[in-house]
């Protein structure tokens, strides 16, 4: 699929890729982990299918409460999404990782430089379109559906990362089968400050349902 697949940049086309995928391979009951926009599809997918048997939500939000915020976001997200067509992708990427939601990350040059090196690779048309369809200002608030998802489920939030632990402790609050793991000496991508921590309470969330 290409960018002008527009229906794919979408909570609901996403979700609907991901489902045909497992059906192509053929997955069972599989345990779903997302990161950050992954993560708020995670919490999409949770909400809305009954195709998991748990899932991980990391360092990601259930959806913005209101209109005004929503559309505010649209609009910060469709101004983002424009500089990252007009600049070269590798600038555009180290200004982002530099922003303060990555200042953990941004005081490791070597993440950072690796995490740049990676991603500039990517088709700059496709991020700005992913960041338009899926952008948080697109994203229904899934809130009140939380409380009627049986599978289990772990909120994961970085300790250095105060405002994704206030809205992992309330998602949590919200779920009746739910775990909150506040990842010490971590910030919003904890999974590459602290991999192996992460790793581990991965594996221990699975293990205390098999």
């Known amino acids: 699929m290409g960018y002008s697949d ?5 909570f609901e086309g996403a979700g609907a890729a991901i489902c045909s995928l497992m059906e192509e391979l053929q997955l069972s009951d599989p345990v779903l982990v997302g990161y950050s926009m992954g993560g708020r599809l995670a919490v999409s997918l949770a909400v809305t299918t009954r195709k998991f048997s748990a899932a991980v939500i990391t360092s990601a939000s259930p959806g913005l409460p209101t209109e005004e915020e929503r559309q505010a976001r649209r609009t910060s997200d469709q101004v983002l999404a424009e500089s ?8 555009f990427l ?12 941004a005081r490791r040059e070597d993440l950072l430089d690796r995490m740049v090196e990676r991603r500039s690779h990517n088709d700059p048309h496709e991020l700005a379109s ?11 608030s899934y809130s009140e559906l939380l409380a009627g998802v ?15 632990v206030e809205i992992a402790e309330k998602m ?10 506040v ?11 602290c991999p192996l921590a992460y790793a581990d309470s991965l594996r221990a969330f699975m293990r205390s349902f098999d």
């Open 6 to 10: 527009v229906g794919i940049y979408s």
């Open 84 to 91: 990252l067509l007009s600049l070269p992708l590798p600038r």
């Open 183 to 193: 990842m010490p000496n971590c910030g919003h991508a904890l999974h590459l400050q």
């Open 94 to 105: 180290r200004d982002w990782y530099s922003g303060p939601l990555f200042e953990d990350l």
């Open 172 to 181: 949590a609050a919200n779920v009746p089968r739910a775990r909150l793991e």
């Open 130 to 140: 992913a960041l338009r369809g899926m952008s948080l200002g697109a994203q229904p």
């Open 150 to 164: 049986t599978i289990p489920m772990m909120f994961v939030a970085g300790k250095r990362d105060s405002r994704y």
